[in-house]
């Protein structure tokens, strides 16, 4: 019997299942399911892309980047093996404002931020050597913003200073540099990595810098030796910036001429760059006195005065007093026969001394002097169109080229006395052919193949859309409507008395015969019958007991 009884309620209960409101409770779940599902495709297209956050960054770095994106609730994923961390291209710049309010990512090296840790009672050493380590980092940090560098590692030999010491060792310092692939640093920007970390520490010479990349190569060059020629970067791209200037004046000024694309110029400039200082002492030859300027003169004149010699014969007679005198005293007294006439002994002295012109010259010559010029220039012949409209190419004329000549001349500063050279000529331009490109497959070009995959994705995304909209959503949608709408019918059970009892109280005994009855709706169906089992319950009791039976 309990078996019999298992059997007859089984079927019970299937049609429990079949009324209208478990039909109705079933179509609503799956209408819900389908747009669940159709929600799921749909946010599943539009997966939002992702960016890079952060890349080349240490293990400790990276989980710290990690545990502060949970802590926000922003979406990550790793990439490249894990060397680069992923988030929503949305949230990248807000991601990366918040994580350097934390001061993230650190980096290999420490900077000022280990001296606001020191513990109480650290010795003298360890506080110097924190503060190393920490000058250290910060110019480590510091390289690292250059463009070309990924990382830099600076080591710093600081010598002791001591007073009793009187010639102090210079400090020293090592930098080892990691560029990104593919860069590469050019000289300028060498030097100015070595003045940088002369310039942060106190005393340090640039000479004492070394910079040394990641093969080991040394890329720092020393103190250039005295007179040797070392060929500067910057003074090659100072030639080529010269030359470049004057074809580029010289195209310019002959394009209104020629044409567009008519004109041709090509500048070769011989630069000194020695730098030299000249100075000459320059003494002229000696002038005419009367053109000479006198500088000082001295002049002095000496003269002895007359004496008689001594004459006559030597003895006592010689030697008297002359006699008186006989002839008048105005009359000459007549020489002695052995008396001669002596010259009077005459000296004179004078020193002149003159200007002499004397020239001092410093001539102190800049580098960068443009020693001689020449220029090339090529010019396309003359473009003409006759009234019929055929175009002609003729060369151009004697005082076309003169003039052409001239412009050139006038642009380039053209200088005979430096040896300045100038090339102008006349001749029909070569018909570039245009290269013939290979059309590339459309599935062989950059970014074909991410385009395909979006919208493969997007198509996916709107056929599954479509097939739950009309194979799924829109049947359930219309049986449920439909089964609201449309009256349920009891079964055909006339010979029951729950039968015409329900007749009986569906159609009121007052209504007249030949009036219509309006159609019943569901709702009133369902008030009939709990009015009927309300007011008679057994009736409602006889009628399920007899689907029971029907459907056994």
């Known amino acids: ?36 599902v ?26 710290a980047i990690v545990a502060s994106l949970q802590q926000m609730n922003i979406p990550y994923k ?45 010795s003298q050493f360890l506080e110097q050597v924190n503060f190393q380590r920490a000058l250290e980092g910060e110019l480590a940090r510091s390289i690292q913003s250059i463009a070309a560098v990924q990382t830099a590692r600076v080591h710093l030999a600081l010598p002791k200073a001591s007073v009793f010491v009187r010639d102090q060792q210079k400090p ?47 890329i720092s060059s020393p103190d250039k030796p005295a007179g040797a020629n070392v060929l500067d970067p910057s003074q090659l791209k100072y030639v080529q910036e010269l030359q470049q200037n ?3 004046r010289v195209e310019s000024i002959i394009t209104p001429i020629a044409g567009p694309g008519n004109v041709r110029a090509e500048a070769t400039a011989e630069v000194d760059f020695s730098h030299s200082e000249q100075a000459a002492e320059t003494y002229k030859p000696n002038q005419t006195a009367d053109v000479a300027a006198i500088r000082s003169q001295q002049s002095s004149e000496s003269q002895n005065g007359a004496r008689t010699p001594a004459a006559g014969v030597p003895g006592a007679l010689s030697n008297q007093p002359p006699a008186t005198a006989t002839a ?14 002596a010259p009077v002994p005459t000296q004179k002295d004078l020193t002149v001394n003159y200007e002499v012109d004397k020239t001092i010259r410093y001539v102190q010559q800049p580098m960068g002097g443009v020693k001689r010029l020449s220029v090339a220039v090529v010019v396309n012949y003359k473009r003409e169109t006759d009234k019929a409209g055929k175009v002609t190419m003729r060369p151009l004329t004697d005082s076309e080229k003169t003039q052409i000549t001239d412009l050139v001349k006038q642009a380039m500063g053209y200088n005979q006395e430096r040896g300045d050279s100038l090339s102008v000529a006349n001749s029909p331009f070569a ?19 991410d385009l395909a995959i979006t919208i493969g994705k997007y198509l996916v995304a709107a056929l599954v859309l479509l097939y739950l909209f009309f194979a799924q959503l829109k049947p359930m949608l219309k049986t449920l409507s439909n089964g609201m709408a449309a009256p349920v019918a009891l079964p055909d059970h006339s010979g029951t008395v729950a039968h015409q009892q329900a007749e009986a109280e569906a159609v009121p005994a007052s209504a007249p015969e030949a009036a219509p009855s309006p159609p019943r709706t569901y709702q009133d169906n369902l008030d009939a019958a709990r009015r009927l089992a309300k007011q008679d319950p057994k009736v409602v009791a006889n009628v399920i007991k007899e689907w029971v039976g029907g459907i056994e």
């Open 1 to 36: 019997m309990a078996v019999e009884g298992e059997i007859a309620v089984a079927p019970g209960f299937m049609s429990l299942v079949r009324t209208p409101g478990a039909r109705k409770i079933a179509l609503m779940l799956g209408v819900a399911a389908v747009i669940a």
């Open 38 to 63: 159709m929600a799921g495709v749909l946010m599943w297209s539009q997966k939002p892309d992702y960016r890079v956050l952060f890349s080349n960054f240490s293990d400790r770095d990276g989980g």
């Open 78 to 122: 790793f990439a490249e093996g894990g060397a680069a961390i992923l988030v929503p291209a949305a949230q990248v710049y807000d991601a990366r404002l918040k994580l350097a309010s934390q001061g993230l990512p650190k980096g290999g090296s420490v900077g000022f931020e280990l001296m606001e840790n020191q513990k109480l009672g650290v």
């Open 172 to 218: 020293t310092a090592s930098v080892l540099l990691n560029l990104h692939a593919g860069r590469t640093l050019d000289q300028p920007q060498v030097n100015a990595i070595v003045h940088l970390v002369a310039s942060s520490i106190p005393d340090l010479p640039a000479r004492n810098v070394t910079v040394v990349d990641q093969s080991g190569s040394l």
């Open 246 to 248: 004057i074809a580029r």
């Open 328 to 341: 008048p005293l105005t009359a000459a007294a007549p020489l002695a026969a052995n008396a001669l006439a």
């Open 431 to 449: 018909r570039i052919e245009p290269e013939a490109v290979a059309d590339v497959p459309l599935w062989e070009r950059p970014g074909a193949l």
